[in-house]
Every structure is written in structure tokens, then in C-alpha cells.
């Protein structure tokens, strides 16, 4: 009677894995599938790039006009930020970072049911499952919503030079750039977490045969 609880044991130890495994696994799958990787992190750097540089852009503008109109020795009447616009604005750059960020991570996660069966096939758990595509997704996101914020604050800060001419460089408020980043790294990373999630944990409780008929 010991034997098979015995036997029972060691594959349930085999099937917990530790979470450095996950890690390793979910590393070796973004470089074997590398062109879709790469297509899914530029999705998400195209994403984070624009709404950091409307962020950013909406920010830089009204300080940079005034400090030029102070300059010239005019006088600034009434508010130069257009509070309505910049919400407008960054709601629709967040659908559009939602949209995009979403659509290529459900694309990523569904395209792989029948590895998800073949790896319940030699008993892994859901939870395993659950956690290594949610690792993947947030190594994609991070290292997507970095490049992106860097490209946006580079268009941010040549849009107002175009605009504004080489002096609008000295006037651009530096000061704030750390928070907006902090900001679009964590609704980046949110994002592309929350995307990958749905469609991870459906394939993780679907059936292994079941999930090896999918076609994508």
C-alpha cells in the first residue's frame, strides 16, 4: 500500500514546479518563438510610445508657450492648459494602448493551445500553466512599455522642438518626465498582464485533448 502513495508523491513533486522553472521555461519559449515575440513587443512599443508622447507632448506644451510668451514679455490671459483636451486625449491613446496591447497578447496566448495540451499531457498543473504565461507576458510587457516610453519622450521632446524651435529644449520641464514614465510602465505592464490572463486560464482548464483539437 506504500508504494503507490510513494509513487503518487513523487509525481506531484514533479509537476510543483518552483517558480525559477517557469522562468527559465518562459524564457526559452519567447527566443524559440521568437518572430512572434517580436511582433507582439513592437505592438506593445508602438502602444506605450504614443500614449507617453501624448502624455508628455499635452504636458510640455502649455509650460514651453509660456515661458516663450514670458520671454517676449507678454502676458499669459486666462489658462493655457486645456484640461478637457488632455483627458480626452489620454483616454483615447489608453484605448488604443488596451486595444492593441490586447489583441496581440490574446493572439500569443490562443495560438498555443496545443503546446498548453501537450504540456498538461505530461502533467503539468494549471496553476503552472497559469504562471508561466503570465511570466511571459510580463516580461514582453515590461521590456515593451521601456522602449516604448524612451521612443515617446524622444518624439515628445522633437515635436516641441519643431514646434517651439531649438529653444524650446532649455524649457522643457524635466522635472516630471520620472513620474509620467512610472505611470506608463505600470498601466504597460498592467495591461499586457490582464490581457494574457483570460485566455491563459481558459486554456489551463481546458482539457488536454481538448485542447490539442483547437485550431487556431
Not at 513533486?13 to 518563438?33: D, F, G, N, Y
Not at 499635452?58 to 517676449?72: K, Q
Not at 493655457?80 to 486625449?89: E, N, P, Q, S
Not at 521601456?146 to 521632446?157: D, H, M
Amino acid at each position: 500500500m506504500n508504494l503507490p502513495v510513494q509513487a503518487v508523491g513523487r509525481v506531484q513533486r514533479q509537476t510543483q514546479l518552483p517558480l525559477s522553472k517557469a522562468v527559465e521555461i518562459a524564457l526559452k519559449s519567447m527566443r524559440v518563438r521568437l518572430g512572434r515575440s517580436i511582433l507582439t513587443l513592437i505592438t506593445i512599443v508602438m502602444a506605450m510610445a504614443f500614449l507617453t508622447q501624448v502624455w508628455l507632448g499635452n504636458r510640455f506644451g502649455p509650460v514651453i508657450h509660456a515661458a516663450l510668451l514670458a520671454r517676449a514679455h507678454l502676458t499669459v490671459h486666462g489658462p493655457v492648459a486645456d484640461d478637457g483636451r488632455l483627458v480626452w486625449l489620454l483616454s483615447l491613446s489608453l484605448l488604443v494602448c488596451l486595444v492593441g496591447i490586447s489583441n496581440a497578447m490574446l493572439m500569443s496566448v490562443m495560438e498555443r493551445f496545443r503546446e498548453i495540451g501537450t504540456m498538461k499531457c505530461l502533467g503539468a498543473l494549471d496553476s503552472f500553466i497559469l504562471k508561466l504565461f503570465l511570466l511571459e507576458s510580463i516580461f514582453l510587457g515590461v521590456a515593451g512599455t521601456v522602449c516604448g516610453i524612451v521612443l515617446g519622450v524622444a518624439l515628445a521632446a522633437g515635436m516641441m522642438v519643431v514646434r517651439y524651435s531649438t529653444a524650446a529644449w532649455s524649457l522643457i520641464p524635466w522635472g516630471g518626465v520620472p513620474w509620467v514614465c512610472l505611470a506608463a510602465l505600470g498601466i504597460g505592464t498592467a495591461i499586457t498582464a490582464a490581457a494574457a490572463m483570460y485566455p491563459a486560464w481558459k486554456a489551463a482548464r481546458m482539457e488536454p485533448i481538448a485542447a490539442m483539437r483547437v485550431e487556431v
